[in-house]
Structures are given as C-alpha cells and as structure tokens.
C-alpha cells in the first residue's frame, strides 16, 4: 500500500511534507512511530522506505517527513531551533491525525533524526511513550569528547538504541556507558560489525551463515516492532 502523503505546517510561511506508512487493521498495534531522517538524506531515501513500509508490515503506523532544510533543496541542516521546531510541528499533528489520535505515540530516527526527538522529549516527555533511535549519532566521528548526551537524562520514557558495533559516530560501549551514566531507562540492541546505517561487511556471519544486509534490516525493525509493543503498553 503506497503512504498517504500530509502537509504538515511548521510555521506562518513553511511547510513540510510528511509521508503515513498505515499498517493494517488486522494487525494494528495502536502506536504510532514518528521516524526522521538523518542529516545526509531525505525522508525518501531507501532507507526511509523501507523502514516506513516494512514497520507498517509489522502493525505500527510509521510517519516519516523531511525537515525544512530537505524540503526546500538544501544539503546543510538547519540550526537546532528549526530543527526542534519542525519535528514537533510533525508530533503535533501525529497527535492530532483522527486516525492516530488513540495511538501511543513513539518519537525517534536515523542519526540526526533520532537526536533532534530525543531534544524535543528531554523538554516535554508528556504525549510521548517511547523513543527509537537508529544509529545515534553520540558524537562526531573522531571526537569522542564531544558527547551529545547530558539531555538524555531529561528524557523520562523508554528508549530503543540500535546501534552498529563498529559506529563512528557512538560504538556499542560507548552507548552502554552514557546509558549507565545518565541512568537511562534504555535497550540496547547491537547490530555485530554495523556502521552508523546499520550496513554490516559483506563477510559478516551469525554463527556459520552469512547475513545478508536485508536480513540485518528485517531484524532491526523485528526487534522495533517488538519493542514498540511492549514496552510502551502501559
């Protein structure tokens, strides 16, 4: 089924468009993920898609939608206050949509996407059950000093953390330990030898078989579904 495509408002003069993965009523969990994309990337790259469409397969009703900056043709990202401010435009209308109104709501995304949702919850937590994030970008590549993390400790909801044991941007200890640190309600799921995109090398192996890079992606969002499901419930 092709996404219902929204125009969501971000402010008097701008906005953005956003894309609704519905999952059907047979298997519909009542929980809607809001997922935005990383910096590099619009909410069409294949990425994207993929993880809307194939969340949806799993009953979780996935919005997706590009920030200003990607809206508009831009490649650079927009200060900190734009950014907030067009994802939580994106929130309020996931809570407003008639159709998601008595879902729990999931905030979260890819690298920038996820930080900029944990930004926004760490200020107000109140219409939020969970937060996903795909790659967290913890630092930037090379300067492990530069944690992006002191908010988290704002931030009083669930979280997901899938992150590539092999990440530039945060590796797996490194996520453990801020988790540790800022005494997070938190999972941790380790993608063994993932990048920040969760790409693992074409020779990685579970056991004595080879992983293709789909059936890391098909676990990943397993593993989202699952945890989505259960531990947002109450």
């Keep these: 089924m092709e996404p219902q495509k929204l125009l969501i408002k971000v402010n008097e003069r701008e906005s953005v468009t956003a894309l609704l993965y519905r999952a059907s009523k047979k298997i519909a969990a009542n929980v809607t993920l809001v997922l935005g994309h990383g910096a590099g990337a619009n909410q069409l790259s294949p990425f994207m898609r993929l993880f809307g469409s194939g969340l949806a397969a799993r009953g979780l009703d996935a919005l997706t939608f590009n920030f200003l900056y990607t809206e508009q043709g831009?490649?650079?990202?927009?200060?900190?206050?734009?950014?907030?401010?067009?994802?939580?435009?994106?929130?309020?209308?996931?809570?407003?949509?008639?159709?998601?109104?008595?879902?729990?709501?999931?905030?979260?995304?890819?690298?920038?996407?996820?930080?900029?949702?944990?930004?926004?919850?760490?200020?107000?937590?109140?219409?939020?059950?969970?937060?996903?994030?795909?790659?967290?970008?913890?630092?930037?590549?090379?300067?492990?000093?530069?944690?992006?993390?002191?908010?988290?400790?704002?931030?009083?909801?669930?979280?997901?953390?899938?992150?590539?044991?092999?990440?530039?941007?945060?590796?797996?200890?490194e996520i453990r330990a801020v988790i540790k640190k800022r005494g997070l309600k938190a999972t941790l799921y380790v993608i063994p030898g993932g990048d920040h995109?969760?790409?693992?090398?074409?020779?990685?192996?579970?056991?004595?078989?080879?992983?293709?890079?789909?059936?890391?992606?098909?676990?990943?969002?397993?593993?989202?579904?699952?945890?989505?499901?259960?531990?947002?419930?109450?």
């Design 74 to 173: 831009r490649r650079v990202p927009d200060p900190k206050a734009r950014l907030e401010a067009c994802y939580g435009a994106v929130v309020e209308t996931a809570l407003s949509e008639k159709t998601l109104k008595n879902n729990r709501l999931i905030v979260g995304g890819k690298s920038m996407g996820g930080r900029i949702a944990s930004q926004i919850a760490a200020v107000d937590c109140d219409n939020i059950a969970g937060l996903v994030f795909l790659g967290y970008p913890l630092h930037p590549p090379g300067k492990p000093e530069q944690l992006r993390d002191a908010h988290l400790r704002d931030v009083k909801r669930p979280m997901l953390f899938v992150q590539g044991s092999r990440d530039a941007f945060g590796s797996e200890e």
């Design 197 to 234: 995109s969760l790409k693992v090398p074409k020779s990685a192996t579970a056991g004595q078989k080879a992983v293709s890079q789909q059936e890391v992606y098909e676990a990943v969002m397993d593993e989202v579904a699952r945890w989505a499901k259960e531990s947002t419930s109450s």
